[in-house]
């Protein structure tokens, strides 16, 4: 194994992957480069019982081994059965955790024509969601998003125990940090740095008053282990490298 030190990359990869720490046996849908070794590692490490599947309809383990067969339908009941954990992206992201990845600007006439909400409202009332951001910035981290699309946590209160009962957002691991929303009004905080990152450089780079600490700790080290499966089994390529260049 390589003795360089650890890349940004990496410290995203083992910040994504804990996420689905202590999950048990559900289904990690990871959306992006980062978020889907970090799962793979996850599943290879700390979390044997995760399940991932190809993208179509196979189950398989984090060595690309075919376990069963999810077909779409099946999918779907899974996910109203909350046994997944979804890590999205976000174009934007508010400090309660709303999500939009549908347009930019006015519903009626926005000046940018996104994914659309697809399934982010079931995902984020049925199961957790946390989300991934390769680039922290003022673009992403707004003061209010322009359309709900991933429910967040002041969303859900409004909506009532309905809409509350499952949600959760485990989450928001970006290039500069991690963030979640253990707080007491639920809103989003620091809850660590990655090497190399300055909390001044995080509190920059977001459109709303972030809750910092005073000494935030930093993303854990990868150990040996972790680290020579994502640079020798699991990404080999550097896939990684691609979303997060530092």
């Known amino acids: ?115 659309g909400v697809r399934g982010a409202p079931v995902n984020t009332l049925n199961n957790p969601v946390s989300y991934w951001v390769p680039k922290h910035s003022t673009r992403v981290f707004v003061e209010r998003v322009d359309m709900i699309c991933g429910v967040g946590h002041d969303s859900a209160a409004a909506a009532g125990p309905s809409a509350t009962r499952y949600h959760r957002i485990p989450r928001v691991v970006t290039d500069l940090g991690v963030l979640d929303f253990a707080t007491p009004d639920r809103s989003m905080r ?24 005073d000494d935030v700790p930093y993303t854990r080290e990868p150990t040996a282990e972790e680290l020579g499966l994502i640079r020798e089994v699991i990404d080999p390529k550097g896939t990684r490298n691609r979303e997060v260049r530092v």
């Open 1 to 115: 194994m390589s003795n360089r030190s650890v890349t940004r990359a990496e410290y995203c990869v083992i910040a994504c992957a804990d996420a689905w720490r202590g999950n048990g046996e559900v289904l990690a849908s990871p959306m992006g480069l980062v978020p889907s070794v970090g799962a793979r590692l996850a599943g290879r490490t700390f979390s044997p019982d995760l399940l991932l599947t190809d993208g179509e309809a196979l189950i398989v383990g984090p060595d690309g081994t075919t376990e069963g067969w999810l077909p779409y339908r099946q999918h779907l009941t899974m996910v109203t059965g909350g046994r997944r954990h979804v890590m999205m992206g976000a174009s934007q992201i508010d400090r309660f955790g709303n999500q939009n990845i549908s347009c930019i600007g006015d519903w009626e006439q926005p000046t940018r024509q996104l994914l």
């Open 190 to 213: 620091l809850a660590s740095l990655h090497p190399g990152v300055t909390a001044d450089e995080v509190r920059e780079a977001t459109g709303f008053a972030l809750t910092i600490a």
